[in-house]
């Protein structure tokens, strides 16, 4: 337990402000689950299935049996943010399971006009980002690897990508830990132009403080953007006796100490389960140019 304050407090060490450098693929920084934004991304540890692929794969570990996923919003400026991931188990490593995930990540923009140098017309064109990552976790520890592509009228950049997760749930305390680092990498290049990936370091403990609600807070270093970004967040869930289940959500997240940009704001959420599908909800604050609306779907089998 001496681990963990202990990580909070270097992250939190790190919340001055300062120049933060350019980073490229920034849609990795994007949430892919409505239930994990109800709580202001406070996911390192709450986070489990084959959501956990994309925040930290240590939660895949939680995965029993095949599960689909799929997550939509509408992003900013008409452009489509989108979620599609598979998970299931495949035998077992020394007594433990190993669960393994894939998924796709895609940000699609709309079309934009393009301009002449004497600004007249000259057509349009279009611009993407998308990942894919293939995942795996075996009892505290996860990992992934991903193919990330960018495209901007028709030029593309590409990369690779690491991300690795462990997480670890007292049995007698109402604790769960979680530590993470994504996108780990050698940076994406467009043309004559490399930009670091946004690679961060992350930090997160999950509380029951009563049957059915859980407390949950995450520290997040940007470390090329040179940000640090705090949230916290609750979740209370409840099942009636007809095995049909609600869940109401809120979270605060903060970017920097002494900064009033970034992705600052109250999150709320609510989600429903029957038969072994879950339907969540959130509306929660992007980037300090409004607010993002994200439904998600999630089926086992």
Not at 54 to 62: E, R
Not at 184 to 206: E, H
Request: one cysteine or more; charged letters at 15%.
């Amino acid at each position: 337990m001496k681990t963990c304050p202990l990580v909070f407090l270097l992250l939190a060490a790190c919340a001055a402000p300062a120049h933060a450098l350019e980073t490229g693929a920034q849609f990795l920084k994007i949430d892919t689950d409505a239930r994990l934004s109800g709580m202001a991304s406070a996911g390192a540890a709450s986070v489990y299935g084959i959501s956990a692929l994309t925040c930290n794969p240590a939660g895949l570990s939680s995965i029993t049996g095949p599960e689909v996923v799929f997550s939509h919003s509408k992003w900013l400026m008409d452009a489509s943010h989108d979620f599609v991931g598979f998970g299931t188990t495949m035998g077992k490593l020394k007594g433990n399971r190993i669960a393994i995930g894939v998924g796709i990540t895609r940000l699609a923009n709309s079309s934009f006009d393009g301009r002449a140098d004497d600004r007249s017309a000259s057509g349009g064109y279009s611009a993407y980002d998308q990942a894919v990552s293939l995942g795996f976790a075996v009892k505290n520890i996860g990992g992934a690897v991903k193919y990330i592509q960018s495209n901007i009228a028709g030029v593309r950049a590409e990369a690779f990508a690491v991300d690795l997760g462990a997480r670890r749930r007292f049995t007698n305390l109402p604790i769960t830990i979680g530590f993470g680092v994504q996108n780990l990498g050698s940076g994406i290049k467009y043309l004559s132009q490399r930009d670091q990936l946004p690679l961060s370091v992350n930090a997160g403990i999950t509380f029951m403080a009563l049957p059915g609600m859980a407390l949950a807070f995450d520290v997040k270093r940007q470390v090329y953007d040179k940000q640090t970004v705090f949230s916290g967040g609750t979740e209370y869930a409840m099942t009636t006796a007809g095995s049909v289940g609600f869940a109401l959500r809120g979270g605060y997240g903060l970017t920097g100490l002494a900064q009033s940009n970034g992705k600052n704001g109250l999150s709320v959420g609510a989600g429903v389960m029957a038969m072994g599908a879950q339907l969540d909800y959130a509306v929660s604050p992007e980037t300090g140019l409004g607010s993002i609306q994200r439904i998600t779907l999630k089926k086992k089998f």
